[in-house]
Every structure is written in structure tokens, then in C-alpha cells.
């Protein structure tokens, strides 16, 4: 786990606050690791995504 200090507009604070209390979240820092997850897949090319990865070097022990 990394802990981090970090300064966010108050527009972004209350976007946590809301996602917090959406998804009944204990802490901003869950609702940072939701948005991260839902957004980061996006973000990252295929090619390069962890489970694409993993599963490209299933295909390859496989033949």
C-alpha cells in the first residue's frame, strides 16, 4: 500500500465525497482506488494492461 499526501480542488473533494457515500466507501481513499479502477483500463493500452499480459503468457505455455 503507498500512502500519499495530496492537495485536490474542492470541486474533486466533493466528487469523492459523493462517490464515498454512492458506493457506502469507508474512506476518500477507497473512492480514489474505485475511480483508478474504473477509469485507469481506459486509460492503459491493451497491450500493456496486466491481465492482457498474464494471459498472453497462458496462450504461449499452452502451445
Known sequence: ?????IN???????ILKI???????RDKS???DMM?????GGILEP???P????KM???QKET
Do not use: F
Request: avoid cysteine.
Open 51 to 54: 491481465e492482457y499480459v498474464e
Open 8 to 14: 485536490i480542488s474542492d470541486y474533486a473533494n466533493r
Open 19 to 25: 462517490i464515498k457515500a454512492k458506493y457506502d466507501l
Open 57 to 59: 503468457r497462458k496462450v
Open 36 to 40: 483508478a479502477e474504473q477509469y485507469g
Open 47 to 49: 497491450e500493456l494492461r
Open 30 to 32: 477507497q473512492a480514489i
Open 1 to 5: 500500500m503507498v500512502y500519499a499526501v
